[in-house]
């Protein structure tokens, strides 16, 4: 499967961004889709993750209350709601999907098979 994300740019504190990720390719398979980001000089870290069929929502709980995962399923598309940005959320935000995921392993980048190419978020403070 092929991940494209979109809809990260340059916004100032405070301020609200959508992030999309749509999926596409060979059958849609994939249990989970969630998003990372990976702040300047620092590990890539999880944000959240949706499992696919019942849409329960997973959060990073530090992020827990200013981002919202969510997804259409028609369009094979997971969106990440973003509030009250602040110059920590800087990061390129990538959006990854996983066809044998497990709930023990949602937070772990190793649990997904499918990476899109990431899209940068910059927040000026």
């Known amino acids: 499967v092929q991940l494209q994300a979109s809809g990260g740019g340059l916004v100032q504190a405070g301020d609200s961004l959508r992030l999309s990720c749509a999926a596409s390719g060979r059958t849609f398979r994939s249990r989970a889709m969630g998003w990372f980001r990976q702040p300047p000089g620092k590990e890539r870290e999880f944000v959240a993750t949706?499992?696919?069929?019942?849409?329960?929502?997973h959060y990073n709980d530090s992020l827990k209350g200013r981002f919202t995962i969510s997804r259409d399923n028609a369009k094979k598309t997971v969106y990440l709601q973003m509030n009250s940005l602040n110059a920590e959320d800087t990061a390129v935000y990538y959006c990854a999907a996983g066809e044998s995921i497990i709930l023990s392993n949602i937070r772990n980048p190793r649990g997904y098979g499918s990476w899109g190419q990431g899209t940068q978020v910059t927040v000026s403070s």
């Open positions: 949706i499992w696919w069929t019942t849409g329960t929502p």
